[in-house]
Each structure stands twice: as C-alpha cells, then as structure tokens.
C-alpha cells in the first residue's frame, strides 16, 4: 500500500496502536520510541516505519482502545461481548492494571477522515483523556448501561495471550487536540456520543 501510495501520490492514513509501547513510561506521547513486546506490536511498529518514508504523504494514526459498537454483527468489539454476558448475568473478568486511555469510535472515525482530508503529515495519538485500568472502565460502561457493578477480576493483572501485554500504553492526546478540529473526549463523553446505538444493542440483547 505505502508503495502504491509512493507511486500514485496518493495519501495514506495508517492506524496503528497504543500496544507498540512497552508500559513503562507513560503516558505516552507521539515522539517517545517504541518497545514493542508482543509480535502483534512489533509488526505495526515495523508497518508504521514502512509508512513514515512516504513523508507528508502519510499519517500514522496510533489508537487508543477503541469503544463502540460493529455496524454488522459483532465484529471485534469487546462491547458487544461484554453486553452480551451481562444481560446473560455473568461476571465480566477485566485485567484490573492494565491501564488505557479509551477513545470511542465516533470520534475515532472523525478524526481518521480529518486526517485523511487535510494536509496533516506525521504521527498523531487518537485517544481519549480518560487514563483508566480496563476493569474501571468496564465498570464505567456497566454503570452507563444501567447494570449492576461488574464481577471478577483478571488474575495477575493481565490478559492472557502470546507474547505478554504492557501494563500501561497510555496515550498523551496534546498534538491531536492541538491541531485537530475534532475534539477528543473523556470517557463519559465518548459513551454519550455512542449512546443511542449502546441502547439499540441491549434492547436487541433483551
């Protein structure tokens, strides 16, 4: 793609992740280095220096965890699962120290056609201004769901996966609400905006 790009004159805007840094240093702002440790964040560090060689053709666009609901489906939206279990009464275990900066998908999605239509070069960070562990959060949006608090914790403080997950890839926003016209909110906010389809999927979950 960053060749065809090269070819054609075309701009790219490449989303890439919060997951790239190692969580020992944040928050984190767009000119800290990466310290991938995992193989998912290794390989968007090595796409994001694939893609900063078209120059100010280009945008990396590192997100955040992204809050909101598929359009089709469930896609891969922790939401919808989590409503699901919910309203089935389950406990919902969330790593308790894994720690993130939560942006929802509207103001994702606004931002990504920002920086698609205007001159913007460079990489910028899309992420709310809400600092928050994952189970925090997902009591926050129980809480906004009109759920009771949530149940169980995740065991040592991290998901399981390959490779291990950093603790805290919190994202400093400053160049995003600098320069951009899309404002990027707080968590409470970033529900409200999404609300009326929130409440479309747990009356569909009835």
């Keep these: 793609m960053a060749d065809l790009c090269a070819d054609t004159g075309a701009r790219l805007v490449f989303c890439s992740t919060d997951t790239i840094f190692d969580g020992e240093h944040a928050p984190y702002s767009e000119d800290d280095p990466p310290g991938p440790v995992n193989l998912y964040a290794q390989t968007k ?9 078209l120059g100010s053709q280009a945008v990396i666009a590192r ?26 009464g389950k406990a919902v275990s969330m790593p308790d120290q894994e720690v993130r900066t939560p942006v ?3 103001t994702v999605g606004r931002a990504l056609l920002e920086l698609a239509a205007g001159n913007h070069h460079g990489i ?10 994952r189970l925090a959060m997902a009591q926050q949006i129980a809480a906004a769901s ?7 914790r995740a065991r040592g403080g991290q998901r399981p996966g390959p490779g291990g997950q950093a603790r805290d890839v919190s994202l400093n926003n400053a160049k995003a609400c600098a320069q951009l016209e899309t404002p990027m909110l707080a968590l ?13 999927q747990l009356y569909e979950h009835a």
């Design 45 to 53: 560090v090595e796409a994001e220096q694939l893609v900063a060689r």
């Design 63 to 88: 997100l955040s965890l992204a809050v909101g609901l598929p359009l089709l489906g469930a896609g891969n939206s922790f939401l919808v699962r989590m409503i699901a279990a919910l309203k089935d």
């Design 104 to 106: 929802d998908v509207i």
């Design 124 to 133: 910028f960070h899309l992420a709310g201004h809400s600092r928050v562990t």
């Design 146 to 152: 009109g759920f009771p608090a949530l149940g169980g």
């Design 188 to 200: 409470d906010d970033g529900l409200s905006l999404i609300g009326n389809r929130l409440k479309r």
